[in-house]
T-cell receptor, first 114, second 113 residues
Framework: DADVTQTPRNRITKTGKRIMLECSQT?????MYWYRQDPGLGLRLIYY???????NKGEISDGYSVSRQAQAKFSLSLESAIPNQTALYFC?????????????FGPGTRLTVL | AQSVTQPDIHITVSEGASLELRCNYS??????LFWYVQSPGQGLQLLLK????DTLVQGIKGFEAEFKRSQSSFNLRKPSVHWSDAAEYFC???????????WGAGTKLIIKP
């Protein structure tokens, strides 16, 4: 089984709809991240969480919210989706050990907002 | 502010040829540097990282990278590429202010048979 899973893998929705993307991990890591990837822009951090009670905004948090339901689960919500939120979304995890531990990525969710 | 530049959007090399992917960073102190690979339809996987010490770093899949402080570079190399190396490669620098990664835009590697 994959260590970091994301659901759904693909989603097409309409402008104004509320969307939730889910991430689960079995690695036992405390730190979890949500990124979006756009062609030519690399990865940009949306939100990150260093433990269950810790939520931090990243570079591009506007229009997004997150919930850390448990150590293993970190959900990303788009309250009212808009077309420029069409992107590939990745969840990642890392250990809390030494500041810059390796990040382990899920397979991604491709979101299209019409 | 910290930043990462990958000057090449695409690179095409023949199978068996050598490879060098460029990465330049902007950072005031000793950087924490990373190379990740994204195979088609998959998430990212760490190839190698540099924190300190020997400036030539060995990674997985036969890749290596060299940290050159004077050039603010951390270029990725492989002596002989295989068709399975076709992927997108991302360089990243660690921001010590919040322990986050700043990512380059990526370089897509295309392998010619």
């Amino acid at each position: 089984d994959a260590d970091v899973t994301q659901t759904p893998r693909n989603r097409i929705t309409k402008t104004g709809k509320r969307i939730m993307l889910e991430c689960s991990q079995t690695k036992g890591h405390d730190r979890m991240y949500w990124y979006r990837q756009d062609p030519g822009l690399g990865l940009r951090l949306i939100y990150y969480s260093f433990d269950v009670k810790d939520i931090n905004k990243g570079e591009i948090s506007d229009g997004y919210s997150v919930s850390r339901q448990a150590q293993a689960k970190f959900s990303l919500s788009l309250e009212s989706a808009i077309p420029n939120q069409t992107a590939l979304y990745f969840c990642a995890t890392s250990d809390a050990g030494q500041g810059f531990d390796e990040q382990f990525f899920g397979p991604g969710t491709r979101l299209t907002v019409l | 502010a910290q930043s990462v530049t990958q000057p090449d959007i695409h690179i095409t090399v023949s199978e068996g040829a050598s490879l060098e992917l460029r990465c330049n960073y902007s950072y005031g102190a000793t950087p924490y540097l990373f190379w990740y690979v994204q195979s088609p339809g998959q998430g990212l996987q760490l190839l190698l990282k540099y924190f300190s010490g020997d400036t030539l770093v060995q990674g997985i899949k036969g890749f290596e990278a060299e940290f050159k402080r004077s050039q603010s570079s951390f270029n990725l190399r492989k002596p002989s590429v295989h068709w399975s190396d076709a992927a997108e490669y991302f360089c990243a620098v660690g921001a010590t202010s919040n322990y986050q990664l700043i990512w380059g835009a990526g370089t897509k590697l295309i392998i010619k048979p």
